[in-house]
């Protein structure tokens, strides 16, 4: 069993930034994939980034590449995902999570069905 706690969202300008803190608890944090996926209002859960066991291989949707950076500390059972150059189509609730096996191939990684455990989410509200 993983638990998992997002924090961090808030509300912000466009163009500012937020880094979002996922913390895992349970076994074999180190050992899984973790990613973030969003939901806003009236939209379907997407896709945003991926890390694999390492932290070594990481993967972004289009929509946030070259802004959005995932990182993690296994030392620590924590997923950070730094987000910079905000624009008000982020907005969302952000989710974490956590999958079983330790590295998500293409096609396969952006998909929701591929991580078993879920955080709460944390909103992000980017302003105009």
């Known amino acids: 069993q993983v638990q998992l706690v997002e924090s961090g969202g808030g509300l912000v300008q466009s163009g500012g930034s937020l880094r979002l803190s996922c913390v895992a608890s349970?076994?074999?944090?180190?050992?899984?994939?973790m990613g973030w996926f969003r939901q806003a209002p009236g939209k379907e859960r997407e896709f945003v980034a991926v890390?694999?066991?390492?932290?070594?291989?990481?993967y972004y949707a289009d929509s946030v590449k070259g802004r959005f950076t995932l990182s993690r500390d296994n030392a620590k059972n924590m997923v950070y995902l730094q987000m910079n150059t905000l624009k008000p189509e982020d907005t969302a609730v952000y989710f974490c999570?956590?999958?079983?096996?330790?590295?998500?191939?293409?096609?396969?990684?952006?998909?929701?069905?591929?991580?078993?455990?879920w955080g709460q989410g944390t909103q992000v509200t980017v302003s105009s």
């Open positions: 349970g076994r074999g944090f180190s050992s899984r994939a």
């Open positions: 890390i694999n066991w390492t932290g070594g291989s990481t």
């Open positions: 999570a956590a999958s079983t096996s330790p590295n998500l191939s293409m096609g396969v990684y952006g998909k929701s069905v591929s991580y078993y455990y």
